[in-house]
């Protein structure tokens, strides 16, 4: 692979050896003037995205902006600034919460783009490298530091490895996207990314054990599985960027369906490609000590919590309250208000989680009746139905070429539906993508939904695949395939029965 990869360079490939997307930067101005019609194709679907801008050929002329929030944290002013940048898009602007604890901005001008990556500077944000084939935003735990049953505070762990990832020696051009999380609770949702550090004992020294190779594609999916290694918190930066410059080297550069971690390691096998990512570490700290051999055994156990309503935090007389956005859809209206309401009820600082729901953290005891007063938990609900609480979607087609349906407002409109229809006593983790490239995970959910066509009285209809038994507990699975074409107006039938027959839901008395 590494010798196919050296010699014969896909297009995608070609075009990023050209120059580093990062080289447009200090040319944003002199770009948005000549107008965005005038970029090349490579300019305008590659290299932008290195800064982490966006063309989206469904709406031209405007961008979207996707930011780097590791952790998932964010300040009051910080998401004040994102709001007033929605907010002058007028009807085109929103927002939306990702499933990596992110935040993209829709409907920005070119012109936009220069003013907008100065004001996330000065306030401590960025949007590079949140793009194309980068290591993208850094998850962990979203109750990190507040959390009464974490093993350890994740967030200066996450800093420290973004921090090393975008300083002048980390990673450029990789073969294809990367994706890095830490966990430092016990909740499961790290699995299918590139590279997970899961909490782990060794010697009865609190570490982390490695995980590598996890990833959704159009063609594949897979867990993460052990790398056999052990390492202390301190050696996370190093060894991130140590797997990354091996990946940058070796990785397939000629095939784009076949360039995700995973096909390099099995192309090496396990064992080898764990003592080239030990060479890697070496030669960049001759002096450390190496990761140590490990079992792989973790303290992760159970499926993330939801974060939802108000959550005694460890430290004492502080909560944590946390509110279902649905579908992750926000406007600069909403921005603005729940950076209020973080500042004149908290800290001034919000958590964003992988089920796209924000949390108003550093809340004091007292404090908690006003808040839960406030007019934005009618539209914010702190206590959703168990059908809303944990539903996931991707953007869907309304911003996204690659969609085959509208799966935000499909989504919300089928789960409202069948709150009229149904009872259940517990969350339904709901995850709706629009296409099989899988952004909205599909396969994480206990039922999965991808946009797809279906023949319906002779003609083709949009529809969904569904998919069933996605787990992330103690034994993860992915969900599989159930159903392969519901036709969108047969969906809240086809769902509520689903949910009667598999899980405990009841018909209302009305429905019955």
């Not at 290299?47 to 469904?58: C, S």
């Not at 085109?92 to 907008?116: K, V, W, Y």
């Not at 490695?210 to 990833?215: A, L, Y």
């Not at 206990?446 to 507990?473: C, D, H, P, T, W």
């Amino acid at each position: 692979m590494a010798m196919e990869s050296a010699t014969k360079l896909s297009k995608i490939e070609q075009a990023k050896a050209e120059f580093c997307g990062l080289d447009l930067a200090p040319r944003l101005a002199e770009l948005a003037a000549d107008g965005w019609q005038s970029l090349d194709e490579a300019t305008l679907t590659i290299h932008l995205k290195w800064l982490g801008i966006f063309f989206r050929p469904v709406t031209p002329g405007r961008f979207m902006v996707r930011l780097r929030l590791p952790s998932g944290v964010i300040q009051a002013e910080q998401l004040e600034l994102l709001a007033d940048c929605v907010d002058r898009c007028g009807d085109q602007g929103s927002a939306d919460l990702t499933t990596r604890q992110n935040i993209q901005l829709r409907g920005l001008l070119l012109e936009d783009m220069a003013p907008l990556l100065a004001g996330l500077e000065r306030l401590g944000l960025t949007s590079r490298q949140s793009g194309h084939d980068n290591p993208r935003n850094i998850t962990a735990n979203p109750l990190a530091g507040i959390d009464p049953e974490e093993f350890l505070d994740t967030r200066p762990l996450v800093e420290a490895i973004q921090n090393r990832l975008l300083s002048a020696d980390g990673p450029r051009n990789l073969p294809r996207k990367f994706n890095v999380a830490v966990g430092g609770a016990p909740d499961s949702f790290l699995l299918h990314n590139d590279l997970a550090f899961l909490p782990a004992f060794h010697d009865g020294q609190l570490g982390f054990t490695v995980m590598v190779g996890g990833f959704f594609s159009a063609q594949r999916n897979e867990l993460a599985i052990p790398l056999g290694l052990w390492l202390t918190g301190e050696q996370l930066p190093l060894f991130t960027l140590a797997l990354l410059r091996h990946f940058e080297q070796q990785g397939n550069r000629a095939v784009r369906t076949k360039s995700r971690l995973m096909y390099l390691i099995e192309a090496l096998g396990l064992e080898a490609y764990r003592e080239a990512v030990l060479a890697s570490y070496a030669s960049l700290a001759p002096e450390a000590p190496l990761p140590l051999a490990h079992d792989g055994s973790h303290l992760v156990q159970r499926a993330p919590r939801d974060g939802l309503g108000v959550n005694s935090q460890k430290q004492p007389g502080l909560s944590w309250l946390g509110l279902h956005v649905p579908m992750g859809r926000l406007d600069a209206a909403g921005m603005l208000e729940l950076a209020r309401l973080a500042r004149v009820y908290g800290s001034g600082e919000l958590r964003l989680n992988e089920a796209q729901n924000v949390l108003i953290v550093n809340v004091p005891n007292e404090r908690l009746e006003a808040l839960l007063a406030e007019p934005l938990l009618q539209r914010f609900s702190p206590s959703p139905s168990p059908l809303q609480a944990e539903a996931v979607s991707c953007t869907g087609n309304r911003y996204c070429s690659f969609a085959l349906i509208p799966t935000k407002t499909t989504a919300q409109s089928v789960l409202d539906q069948l709150d009229q229809r149904l009872e259940l006593a517990h969350s339904v983790r709901m995850h709706w993508t629009g296409c099989p490239n899988a952004c909205g995970q599909p396969y994480m959910g206990e039922i999965g939904f991808m946009g797809a066509k279906a023949r319906k009285n002779g003609e083709m209809v949009e529809a969904v695949k569904i998919f069933l038994g996605g787990s992330m507990a103690a034994d993860p699975q992915l969900a599989e395939l159930h159903h392969k074409g519901v036709p969108l107006d047969e969906l809240p039938d086809v769902l509520e029965s689903l949910l009667v027959e598999r899980f405990g839901a009841k018909r209302l008395a009305t429905q019955a």
